[in-house]
């Protein structure tokens, strides 16, 4: 089974800063890598898929890159709605399909 | 649009069993492979199952296989999981899930999801 450990844990930052969340993957999972982000009483939301293409209606605020085994998700400048919980996704060997522990950015 | 709606939690003793329901509408479902996430209170994020979109091929979490049953019926667009010998540790928001793409497989990756049906498993 593949092993994500996503970094850190909390993130505190300001509104319009850039946030640099972190995820490592046991073994290569060549481009197959997807986040997601998770607010309190609502299911996840699929933001990045492939790395780096972003799902239909993301903003270009959200970036992916990464490959192999290590793997970032860039928000260049956070606004409001974007403090949340993230969580990466592989599939690259599968079953089983395996998430990260997620990373909480959270307002300083 | 793509609407996703799971029933059938609730609270359950420790042994039993319950069937969740997943109603699709808004698209193709038979075009789709479905999944089950779930996620126990204050936690994180665990795959639960996957079937293909012409139900012949499914697949389990390590936690679950023996336990839960994934199937769909494609002429009422729903998919259904099946929990059998439930455990504490089997408490958890259960989401259903279509895949980003359609045809066979998927990509596995979760582009739509419910808003997730609480199970409860305690004496």
């Known amino acids: 089974e593949i092993v994500l450990t996503q970094s850190p844990a909390t993130l505190s930052l300001s509104p319009g800063e850039r946030a640099t969340l972190s995820c490592r993957a046991s073994?290569?999972?060549?481009?197959?890598l997807a986040w997601y982000q998770q607010k309190p009483g609502q299911p996840p939301r699929l933001l990045i898929y492939?790395?780096?293409t972003r799902a239909t209606g993301i903003p270009a605020r959200f970036s992916g890159s990464g490959s192999g085994t290590d793997f970032t998700l860039t928000i260049s400048s956070l606004e409001s709605e974007d403090f949340a919980v993230y969580y990466c996704?592989?599939?690259?060997?599968?079953?089983?399909?395996?998430f990260g522990g997620g990373t909480k950015v959270e307002i300083k | 649009q793509v609407q996703l709606v799971e029933s059938g939690g609730g609270v359950v003793q420790p042994g039993r069993s319950l069937r969740l329901s997943c109603a699709a509408s808004?698209?193709?479902?038979?075009?789709?492979?479905m999944h089950w996430v779930r996620q126990p209170p204050g936690k994180g994020l665990e795959w639960v199952a996957m079937?293909?979109?012409?139900?012949?091929?499914?697949y389990y979490a390590d936690s679950v296989q023996g336990r839960f049953t994934i199937s769909r019926d494609n002429s009422k667009n729903t998919l259904y999981l099946q929990m059998n010998s439930l455990r504490a540790e089997d408490t958890a928001v259960y989401y259903c899930?279509?895949?980003?793409?359609?045809?066979?497989?998927?990509?596995?990756?979760?582009?739509?999801w419910g808003q997730g049906t609480l199970v409860t498993v305690s004496s």
């Open positions: 899930a279509r895949d980003l793409e359609s045809g066979g497989y998927g990509a596995e990756y979760f582009q739509h």
């Open positions: 808004g698209f193709t479902f038979i075009t789709y492979s």
């Open positions: 079937i293909s979109s012409n139900g012949n091929n499914k």
């Open positions: 073994q290569s999972v060549s481009s197959f």
């Open positions: 492939d790395s780096a």
């Open positions: 996704q592989q599939r690259s060997d599968w079953p089983p399909l395996t």
